[in-house]
């Protein structure tokens, strides 16, 4: 690979994530340990030769309430201001809502090319504007709506995210999604719409164990076969809130869907994206950026490279 090449390590490319499984690793499947140093690399390379010169000024400071079956959700939207359209991004919180964390990469995303909406995943159990505190009370408060939630809102509200979107002035209806935590699991849900191409699912908990919404029994995993656009699942091998044995369940149920989907795995702990407390990791935190971009990028623009390059025949 020459240096200046933009790899992307792809889970049905076994030539490039081939390689053994070293012992009591925890590496769930053989090729994980490549697969992070993969994405090391891949990310300097990523960063300095596609992205750099493409940073954008943008307008952060507009909302909009849209209309869901549970009522209004109040979503904020990100985008460039430099004229033209550029494809959509919805950004899933924690259950924190909308808070300083989330709200900076949803900077970031749009400083690189999207219009962003940051959906109140709460909405119908939460006064507007409300963002709980990353502390005991607020992770209690924001477990119980969890819990409270009808698993239907959350679909009906990604819909509704969706479509907006794809009604925006500033957008191209080329959507793709990505979130944290529970918004790490409604990103990968949200994928089961035909309509979002790439979703990024950053540590999403409850998956595993189908305990999402109100009953505690979504459906989540046995939707996988929906699931049409490409996946970049990444993990914290130290989180307990997914452990090893969840994230096999999950990798498994992906594979054997055949769904189109790159897996990471870093030393790191829950919420290690999230860049306030201990537990931030701004290296690991850069890298996810890094492939999430580009996972964007080859999905959402005009053409994607992935078809393009699996459409043409080599010869030797």
């Not at 918004?183 to 950053?202: D, I, K």
């Not at 595993?208 to 919404?213: A, M, Q, T």
Request: proline residues 6%; hydrophobic residues 35%; glycine residues 8%.
């Amino acid at each position: 690979m020459s240096p200046n090449e933009l790899s992307y390590v792809n889970h049905r490319d076994c030539s490039r994530v081939s390689g053994e499984r070293p012992v009591n690793s925890g590496l769930p499947y053989p090729g994980s340990l490549r697969l992070t140093l993969l994405a090391h690399f891949n990310s300097f390379q990523v960063v300095r030769t596609r992205f750099r010169s493409n940073f954008m000024i943008i307008k952060d400071n507009d909302f909009i309430d849209i209309p869901t079956p549970a009522g209004p959700m109040r979503t904020y939207v990100l985008y460039p201001v430099a004229e033209g359209r550029y494809p959509g991004i919805v950004l899933f919180s924690e259950i924190f809502q909308a808070t300083g964390p989330i709200r900076r990469s949803a900077a970031l995303l749009a400083g690189h090319g999207f219009v962003v909406v940051i959906p109140e995943i709460f909405h119908e159990l939460e006064e507007p504007g409300t963002v709980l505190p990353y502390d005991q009370a607020g992770a209690d408060r924001g477990n119980a709506d969890k819990i409270n939630k009808e698993l239907s809102s959350y679909d009906a509200d990604a819909e509704a995210a969706v479509r907006y979107l794809k009604s925006h002035p500033k957008c191209t209806g080329k959507i793709g999604s990505m979130g944290f935590c529970i918004g790490g699991h409604l990103s990968f849900r949200s994928a089961t719409n035909p309509e979002v191409l790439a979703a990024a699912c950053c540590y999403p908990t409850d998956i595993h164990k189908g305990s999402l919404g109100k009953g505690l029994n979504d459906d989540t995993l046995g939707r996988i076969p929906e699931i049409k656009g490409e996946l970049l699942v990444v993990f914290g091998r130290q989180d307990p809130h997914v452990p090893r044995e969840g994230r096999t369940t999950i990798y498994n149920a992906l594979a054997d869907a055949g769904t189109n989907f790159t897996w990471h795995e870093f030393n790191a702990a829950h919420a290690f994206m999230r860049d306030e407390g201990a537990r931030y990791d701004a290296a690991a935190a850069r890298m996810v950026y890094a492939m999430a971009l580009d996972l964007f990028h080859r999905k959402l623009s005009e053409g994607d490279l992935t078809q393009i390059q699996g459409s043409v025949e080599t010869r030797h």
